[in-house]
């Protein structure tokens, strides 16, 4: 009977190494962009893994943040919009936006980070640059859903592919 528990316990070992084998990382951030004309302006989160966050900020920016437990709300928070407004420009027919940084939260493991930015005009067409992550995670994909009017577009782009364009 014990060699039937070992041979047992052998298999599901072997099991459980073969898969763990076979997964790998997943990297990916959501971002999503809502306007409406009645707001007359245009809102941003971006949903970034926590730590996928803190090692970008660190990389790029040379600054150690911790998003969840921060030393200094107010430096984490510059460390966050500067990071993001680095890699993220939205153009709303053909005029670059300048995005305000709002704040963020955070969900499990997850930093919901919010910009908006001022969009008097009706959104006819939406140039997005996201570069979200791809400069530490080869293989992230920044899906984007984007809003206006209730009129809602979505896209996958895949490292190195960083824009995306939307018409209405």
Not at 51 to 73: S, W, Y
Not at 129 to 155: G, P
Request: charged share 25%.
């Amino acid at each position: 009977m014990n060699i039937r528990k070992a041979v047992l316990c052998l298999t599901v070992l072997g099991l459980l190494l073969s898969i763990a084998a076979w997964a790998h990382p997943f990297y990916v951030s959501i971002t999503s962009i809502d306007y409406t004309v009645e707001k007359k302006q245009i809102e941003v989160s971006c949903r970034i893994f926590q730590d996928d966050l803190e090692k970008a900020i660190k990389n790029q920016l040379k600054v150690g943040v911790d998003v969840i437990k921060p030393k200094d709300r107010e430096a984490t928070n510059r460390a966050i919009a500067t990071y993001i407004k680095q890699n993220f420009r939205i153009t709303a027919n053909g005029k670059p936006k300048d995005l305000t940084f709002v704040g963020y939260e955070i969900d499990n493991d997850v930093a919901w980070c919010y910009f908006k930015a001022p969009q008097e005009e009706n959104i006819k067409e939406l140039k997005v640059i996201n570069q979200l992550l791809y400069q530490d995670f080869k293989t992230q994909a920044n899906i984007l859903h984007v809003t206006v009017n209730k009129k809602r577009k979505s896209t996958k782009l895949d490292n190195p592919k960083r824009s995306a364009e939307f018409a209405f």
